[in-house]
């Protein structure tokens, strides 16, 4: 049993007499210290119970499996248990540590200035080779991760080159080290990168520092994690990189300092806003000082638990993201970044530590409180609406439906289960040029590829969370079609007139109606009369308009009563009918549970009534139908004239509806006999006869 194990085991059973004798294991017990690397956790509450002592406990256990000499297993174990006390401690003891120029941030250096001035070891050339492996500890895999240059590990070569131990030695060593210290964190992740692993201890060995990765393979190792989840990296960095300015600038600051924590900070984020971060950086740092770089601050600050699991805190994504969509690459190298009163970037020393820079994002006083309200208010969904208007307005955040926030995924996976009542839109497809507006999750896009592959299909869509996950999803899924940031009311700006066969507005054209503002006010028909024109201008002749959407239902005078089979559902609708934005909801209380209402809205509250409460908040700010059928083919006629003509017309009743609701209502005519739910939705198609 190594001696080390034994020495945690006798803590565990309440042997605190221990910690006298054991330094080493008195810093990784007594400690107020949270410092992990959260990338690797699934939930924050893996942080509590002495996170890094597990950790280190987990290294040794390792070491146990090894077939190595009695001397490397003494030195693989003194560099274990000594590797990590720089991220334990009391308060006094880390502060003291920080006086006397400890580097406790880049931890491994720190815990190997503690070992030299902490460790009883009397034999100076293993002294100098467990300090030499703990100031490198982990760096072989940060190498491996591009947070390092190769030359990092020159005091490894070191050690060779003074004969201070043989290289099959240190080979050895290095392996075993590598082993444990990964293995400790997941078997997989040593599996996918252990021949990779041997043949960098080669080169370092040898001495081998010219075949370190170039500049490009290194920004790619840092974005490894994102690449992985459909980031297309080569196009990236071609568009970004391209200017030979900001190429200079970001090859000076990876060439001068080694990096911490920054795919667990910024691998969330796209390229473009990653390679702004270290713009940022590079302007306030002063090169010639700083050694590393750290995310630590970051990392800590952008994750929170959410339903019982570690995820991004989306909050504070969507506000960086907003600012540094309003700053320019070429803002940032001129040094005149616009400034904001509720969010900034802050580059900044720790005292006593002038050669560690730390880079983060600082929010007001008022808008930390706002984000730990939307935080809290997560446990209310109609709290959780006002929360998030609240967000919106003091960060300027879109405020539309595209950005659910947590509900985005949800969102977009909902519109791709949709697709079998989508196919119908396929046979009426004309040319070869297609552009899907609001493309959701890309489901139509996928079936249009796949019915029609020598066909070009564009998504148009003017969210961009919703443009990045369609761009990861091409990515990773090899598709052909492709994306475009534009605006459905403006298409000529973003795509040649005359030059598309068949445009798709697939659930969409309610949205634009309900939450796109022309001339001052929303729900405005002129919005959808705009949209029309604007796709006409980008129509060849003979070119097509397909519609899928609601529809209201004729003649429109009638009405329905619906009896609620439970208390829940006339609440319910008392709520819907204060809180819909579309226009004033009418019913007339008959009878215990029972309303009399206008068909339409009968019909409009009883859509958002299936889809029940998860999607109360986004469905009360849109309406569903907005034209009955006469009134639908009026107004495309009175927009678009005689160079349009309907070709298709049809309104049916979507498949789900009258199952979803038969367990909440029962629908009767004004005359109480049973009646069935109006059509729903309607196919359109507009052909365009003249160019």
């Not at 994690?225 to 391209?242: A, M, P, Q, T, W």
């Not at 984020?269 to 713009?279: A, C, D, M, P, S």
């Amino acid at each position: 049993m190594i001696k080390a194990i034994t020495d945690i085991e006798k803590l565990r059973s309440g042997n605190m007499k221990i910690l006298k004798s054991e330094k080493w294991l008195r810093y990784l017990a007594l400690t107020t210290e949270g410092n992990v690397n959260l990338e690797r956790l699934n939930s924050l509450e893996d942080i509590n119970n002495n996170y890094v002592l597990n950790y280190t406990e987990k290294t040794l256990k390792a070491l146990t499996t090894l077939y190595l000499s009695e001397y490397q297993v003494y030195i693989l174990e003194e560099t274990l248990k000594w590797s990590e006390v720089a991220k334990s401690g009391l308060i006094h003891q880390r502060n003291q540590w920080i006086k006397e120029g400890f580097n406790l941030f880049a931890h491994n250096i720190g815990s190997a200035e503690i070992y030299m001035e902490e460790s009883s070891e009397s034999n100076p050339e293993i002294k100098k080779i467990i300090y030499n492996l703990i100031i490198t500890h982990g760096l072989i895999g940060q190498y491996i991760r591009g947070e390092v240059p190769l030359t990092a590990n020159k005091p490894l070569f070191q050690l060779v080159e003074a004969g201070i131990i043989p290289a099959a030695d240190l080979i050895e060593i290095l392996k075993g080290l590598n082993y444990c210290i990964v293995t400790a964190v997941d078997e997989k992740i040593w599996m996918d990168i252990s021949k990779e692993t041997e043949k960098i201890i080669e080169l370092v060995i040898n001495g081998q520092f010219d075949k370190q990765c170039r500049l490009k393979d290194r920004i790619r190792r840092l974005r490894a994690v994102s690449i992985k989840n459909g980031e297309d990296f080569d196009r990236e960095y071609k568009e970004i990189l391209s200017d030979s300015r900001v190429m200079g600038e970001i090859s000076n600051l990876l060439g001068t300092a080694d990096l911490w924590y920054v795919e667990a900070a910024l691998f969330d984020f796209t390229f473009e806003e990653f390679i702004k971060v270290f713009l940022l950086i590079s302007q306030k740092a002063n090169l010639s000082k700083v050694k590393h770089i750290s995310f630590e601050w970051l990392m800590r600050a952008i994750y929170y638990q959410h339903e019982g699991k570690k995820r991004v805190n989306i909050y504070k994504k969507r506000i960086i993201e907003k600012y540094l969509s309003e700053i320019t690459i070429q803002d940032i190298l001129a040094g005149c970044c616009k400034e904001n009163l509720h969010v900034a970037y802050e580059v900044s020393f720790y005292e006593n530590l002038d050669d560690t820079v730390f880079f983060t994002f600082q929010f007001s006083a008022a808008g930390s409180k706002l984000i730990e309200f939307c935080i809290e208010a997560e446990k209310s969904d109609v709290l959780y609406e006002s929360a998030i208007i609240l967000l919106f307005d003091l960060f300027g955040l879109r405020r539309d439906k595209y950005d659910r926030f947590y509900e985005e995924e949800k969102y977009l996976a909902t519109m791709n289960q949709t697709v079998d009542y989508k196919k119908m839109i396929l046979d009426y497809i004309t040319g070869d040029n297609i552009v899907d507006i609001g493309p959701g999750g890309g489901a139509l896009m996928d079936l249009i590829e796949e019915r029609y592959p020598g066909k070009r299909v564009l998504g148009v869509d003017i969210a961009q969370n919703v443009l990045d996950s369609l761009k990861k999803k091409k990515q990773l899924q090899n598709r052909r079609w492709d994306v475009l940031y534009g605006d459905a009311l403006n298409l000529s700006q973003y795509i040649k007139k005359g030059s598309v066969d068949t445009v798709i507005f697939c659930s969409i054209l309610h949205e634009l109606f309900s939450y796109i503002e022309y001339k001052g006010r929303k729900f405005n028909h002129e919005t959808l009369a705009a949209a029309f024109r604007s796709v006409f201008t980008v129509l060849t002749a003979g070119g097509r308009i397909i519609i899928r959407d609601g529809i209201m239902t004729e003649p429109a005078y009638e009405k329905r009563i619906i009896r609620f089979l439970s208390e829940e559902g006339m609440q319910f609708l008392e709520r819907y009918a204060k809180d819909f934005k579309g226009r004033e909801i009418e019913y007339t209380v008959i009878g215990q549970n029972e309303v009399l209402m206008p068909v339409n809205d009968a019909m409009e509250f009883l859509y958002t009534y299936t889809w029940g409460e998860k999607s109360y908040v986004h469905e009360v700010n849109e309406q569903f139908g907005y034209f009955t059928p006469s009134g639908f083919k009026e107004f495309i006629t009175s927009v678009l004239g005689t160079d349009a003509r309907i070709v298709e017309f049809k309104h049916f009743l979507q498949e789900g509806y009258t199952i979803a609701l038969s367990q909440k209502v029962e629908f009767f005519d004004e005359n109480r006999s049973p009646a069935r739910l109006p059509d729903s939705t309607c196919i359109v198609v507009i052909e365009k006869t003249n160019d």
